[in-house]
């Protein structure tokens, strides 16, 4: 067997040191909140805002934010989001078992290249602190250049999944452009 020469060595590669500053990046985000109940007014999104602010520190631009009930206006927001190019969709809500949780399923005809080290480390995080953070059914992945990503509806959920994303966010959206490593 003919033997190919390494192209890369490990000083190729390199990690941004958590202690460095994220980079700033460029691109479209949409925050999709997926609750019945915040779409109609009862009840207060408390985890868009986390996320909205999040991007637009990062250098996102536009970052919209979007409230729908749970069920087929999460799959109908998504669509209209990746058809119009969206490059980042991160949904808040609807990832646990209860009968109108179905982000997941909405989400799932979308996803052309699952990434699912993503949300396996967030609910990894997420136990942690409280077992039912394993209850979270999200996916996360490519829909077409959109990536798209099920955060939990809890502020903690949230807070573990921008702990998750903030270091890899960049480097993903590089792959994605056909980026290599540093």
């Not at 409230?67 to 809500?93: H, K, Q």
């Not at 992945?141 to 099920?150: D, E, K, L, P, S």
């Amino acid at each position: 067997m003919r033997q190919m020469p390494a192209q890369r060595t490990d000083a190729d590669c390199t990690a941004r040191d958590e202690s460095d500053e994220a980079p700033l990046m460029t691109g479209s985000a949409l925050v999709l909140i997926a609750s019945t109940r915040a779409s109609d007014g009862t009840y207060e999104d408390r985890t868009g805002p986390l996320l909205v602010d999040w991007l637009r520190g990062r250098g996102l631009d536009p970052v919209t934010k979007q409230v729908v009930p749970d069920g087929p206006e999460v799959g109908r927001a998504l669509a209209a989001a990746i058809e119009a190019g969206t490059d980042l969709v991160i949904t808040s809500g609807g990832t646990g078992i209860a009968p109108t949780d179905v982000t997941p399923e909405q989400t799932a005809p979308f996803i052309e290249r699952e990434i699912p080290g993503i949300l396996e480390e967030v609910r990894r995080i997420g136990a942690e602190k409280k077992a039912t953070a394993l209850l979270s059914r999200g996916l996360a992945g490519m829909a077409g250049r959109t990536f798209v990503v099920n955060l939990p509806g809890s502020r903690g959920g949230v807070k573990d999944g921008i702990t998750v994303l903030d270091p890899l966010l960049d480097h993903l959206l590089e792959q994605r452009d056909g980026g290599d490593h540093a």
